[in-house]
């Protein structure tokens, strides 16, 4: 029999503990699709199986970076006790959990990322990354993940469990995070896109229906799903690609998906800014793709981050700068590991964090330069 991934079945008991009991759940996702897939999922289920209202929340990358943070904590302070589950984030957060602890928050972290030298206190960790994981698969999307777990819940408490409704969810997560086509993944981008067809999600029967869909693969989905998706921005601490996807009227979704696409025409044309603006100050003979500007927006630079990585084949790093701070997007061509890269450099950095490809990280202005050249020296290896 092939092995589970660690600790999953022990999260699922101990939300099915917190149903019974009544306690209060607190649902924390990342602001990308697959956070939002991973809520969503994870929220629909619990409902189903008699949970009335969890606290959902997104942090605003702009404001408050990826991942549980201070701020995000100081909001949600007031609902303590609760459960603190975090979908698609939370493995590189170890003071943050431990902030979180003090406040009464029992906090589980259920994050497909990589995983760091040390990991946070919490009372327990999925991660098919971590050590001891024994699960042959380790490239499944966060919401590919939560959907496991879905899947265990209903199974756990004896319900029927209908895998349409998520699949849609979870074909859209593993496109948007360039999940690898293989294994879980394959047969999940299969199913999905089969479940898609047949959707009666309002906010995806409005999205497809404006989007004009024609072949259903995974380039269609990601240039026309996915892409209005991202655009989504939190607001008040909900992602809009999150009030999309749960919205049950279809006028209204179909007003949301409307907004979604100026926005994501927008975001199109700002990125492509970014992009003009890197290759003017471009040096070719640098052996990386380091730059930043305080006009520079964080949720843009990866994008613009994968565009200049396609196009000249170097490790990019792009941050927003701040007068203090600088949060930046990484992204790698295939074969080099951003995650480790930053390893080498881990002293100057305050966060960091991702996948091999995929990564972001924040540092203090004062250490940019050194940054750097730590990067160069480990490129050169
Ligand atoms: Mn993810």
Redesign the pocket.
């Known amino acids: 029999m092939k092995a589970e991934i660690k600790n999953l079945k022990k999260v699922a008991q101990r939300i099915l503990e917190a149903i019974k009991n009544k306690e209060k759940i607190i649902i924390y996702g ?1 602001s ?1 699709p ?2 939002v897939g991973s809520v969503i999922i994870l929220e629909e289920t619990i409902k189903e199986l008699g949970f009335k209202s969890p606290k959902i929340y997104f942090p605003d990358r702009e404001k408050e970076g990826y991942g549980l943070n201070e701020k995000a904590l100081k909001c949600l302070k007031k609902y303590s006790p609760a459960l603190l589950i975090t979908l ?1 984030c939370g493995i590189g957060n170890i003071s943050e959990v431990e902030t979180a602890k003090k406040m009464g928050f029992e906090v589980i972290i259920i994050d ?2 990589k995983v760091l030298s040390q990991v946070p206190k919490a009372s327990i960790i999925c991660a098919p990354k971590q050590k001891g994981d024994k699960y042959p698969f380790k490239e499944l ?2 919401a590919g993940l939560t959907y496991k777990l879905s899947k265990l819940l209903f199974s756990l408490a004896n319900q029927h469990f209908n895998p349409e409704r998520f699949l849609e969810i979870v074909v859209l ?1 593993t496109i948007s ?1 360039m999940m690898i086509i293989e294994a879980d993944n394959e047969k999940f981008i299969k199913e999905g896109s089969l479940a898609l067809n047949f959707t009666q999600r309002p906010g995806l029967i409005a999205l497809i229906d404006i989007t004009k869909f024609e072949n259903w693969d995974s380039q269609e989905i990601r240039q026309k799903l996915v892409s209005i998706l991202n655009a989504g921005q939190t607001i008040k601490h909900l992602n809009e690609a999150y009030v999309l996807l749960s919205e049950k009227n279809l006028t209204k979704a179909k007003n949301m998906v409307q907004l979604l696409v100026k926005k994501s025409e927008y975001r199109r044309q700002e990125i492509k800014k970014i992009f003009e603006e890197i290759e003017k100050r471009i040096d070719n003979s640098d052996l990386i793709v380091f730059d930043g500007d305080a006009n520079w927006p964080l949720i843009l630079l990866g994008p613009s981050a994968s565009r200049a990585c396609n196009k000249y084949g170097k490790p990019v790093f792009l941050f927003h700068k701040g007068d203090k701070e600088c949060p930046g997007a990484v992204r790698m061509p295939s074969g080099v590991d951003a995650v480790k890269a930053m390893t080498s450099c881990e002293d100057l950095l305050k966060t960091y964090g991702g996948h091999a490809l995929a990564a972001g990280f924040r540092i203090e202005t004062k250490n940019l330069e050194n940054f750097k050249n730590c990067l160069i020296k480990y490129f050169k290896r």
């Open positions: 990342d990308d697959d956070g698609d497909h990322h999307a966060n997560a995070d």
